[in-house]
């Protein structure tokens, strides 16, 4: 496939999973398996639209701040349109609320506002989502950080959108290797725990389920300063400011409460214990800068190139290949997931290593190439597995359009900051 193949490829894909529904637009993941709209897949969708339809990507995420809760949290699931059969789903029936899931998911909501303004300076369009944008991340602040420690919590394993990562598994009291129905009873039951409690989520978390994740808190941290920069260029200097600090205190907390022996570990509950599982949630925060220097090259020598663990023939394993969790036909336990690749692309660039950016860039490719736009895929031999049509694939074409203009980037690379 040469360039244009693959950008025709994408563009026929999200053009037909896109749905319009009572004047809002959105796109479904996958259209047999996942026939809503999801929080952080509709980030990715503007993210795929802003290099060929800037005005489906606003719409996008414009339709996602119309259902935002009175709180300010924005649910991971809307069920915009519910048919007879739909509402015996297990997307619908299991998730709290009747139109939406009561839980919500990584917030990169900021991330895609601000890239799609890059484009065509609508300052509309960002005043349009600024109102959502400031309640979603004070909810965040406010609600889901009750001992005021400064690492963002989730009460569901499904928040951090890695449904059975193994990350989750000692909090769910299960052994490395279970069932996945297993996995998912546990987690319904926390949305009912949830349900039952009033969705009060400080209440939730200190009494059932509470994980500070790497992903979540690193994603968070670079959401909060594009929310600053934001909010700069609408004249809300204070904003600008407080959202800006908020970002710094999560960065050294992580630092702090996750970091050990040059990895990244999710924490738990009111002691903070890290959970010391290999998976690929100790690059994400490159995605942030928030290693230095010498800590991203150990990252990279130690981890990411390490055949043992997540250099396999596709990169990158979800979990490193010598955890006893690892699985890779896993679902979120093994396979390689487009999106986890964008994340490390990105991040990768962000410290000027580029020739492993660009090995993360060509294998997502020939997975597309090979598998089509499946949801996840096998990271020895590269054969799909789970949703088809499934639209993080399109990803790749925002790593193609970066690769093609934004190669040198060391100069936004701030070395060995202030830590
Ligand atoms: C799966 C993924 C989740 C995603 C959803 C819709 O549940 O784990 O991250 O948002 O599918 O694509």
Request: aromatic share 14%; net charge negative; glycine share 4%.
């Amino acid at each position: 496939m040469n360039d244009t193949q693959l950008k025709d490829a994408v563009v026929t894909m999200m053009c037909e999973n896109r749905r319009k529904t009572v004047g809002h637009v959105y796109t479904l993941p996958s259209p047999q398996s996942y026939p809503y709209q999801w929080l952080w897949d509709s980030c990715f969708h503007a993210i795929i639209l802003s290099h060929f339809d800037i005005a489906n990507a606003k719409e996008e995420l414009l339709s996602l701040a119309v259902r935002q809760f009175e709180n300010g949290m924005i649910p991971h699931m809307i069920y915009w349109e519910r048919s007879e059969a739909a509402e015996h789903d297990v997307f619908n029936v299991a998730w709290g609320k009747k139109d939406t899931s009561s839980l919500t998911q990584p917030p990169m909501l900021a991330y895609a506002v601000w890239r799609i303004y890059q484009l065509d300076y609508d300052i509309t369009f960002l005043k349009s989502m600024y109102f959502a944008l400031f309640h979603f991340y004070k909810y965040l602040l406010n609600e889901r950080d009750p001992y005021e420690k400064h690492l963002i919590g989730i009460i569901n394993p499904d928040e951090s959108g890695e449904d059975n990562s193994p990350r989750f598994d000692a909090l769910l009291d299960l052994p490395p290797v279970h069932t996945s129905e297993e996995n998912f009873k546990r987690r319904l039951a926390l949305v009912e725990e949830n349900r039952v409690c009033n969705f009060d989520a400080p209440f939730c978390m200190k009494n059932f389920f509470w994980v500070k994740d790497v992903p979540f808190n690193a994603i968070m941290v670079e959401n909060l300063r594009t929310l600053s920069k934001i909010a700069g260029k609408l004249g809300y200097s204070y904003d600008a400011l407080y959202f800006n600090e908020e970002a710094e205190r999560i960065a050294s907390a992580m630092r702090l409460l996750m970091f050990e022996d040059g990895m990244y570990f999710a924490t738990q509950g009111e002691h903070y214990g890290k959970i010391k599982v290999k998976t690929w949630a100790t690059f994400a925060p490159l995605f942030a800068l928030i290693p230095t220097r010498s800590e991203a090259e150990r990252l990279v020598q130690e981890h990411l190139t390490n055949e043992k663990e997540f250099a396999t023939p596709f990169s990158i394993p979800t979990v490193a290949a010598d955890d006893p969790s690892f699985n890779p036909e896993g679902f979120w336990r093994g396979p390689v997931w487009i999106a986890v690749n964008w994340f490390v692309f990105q991040g990768l660039l962000k410290y000027g290593f580029n020739e492993h950016a660009n090995v993360i860039y060509q294998h997502s490719r020939k997975l597309i190439e090979q598998s089509g736009f499946r949801e996840q895929f096998h990271p020895y031999t590269g054969a799909g597995y789970g949703a088809k049509n499934f639209t993080w694939g399109g990803l790749v074409l925002d790593m193609m359009e970066t690769q093609n203009t934004d190669l040198i980037v060391p100069e936004k690379f701030k070395m060995e900051q202030q830590h």
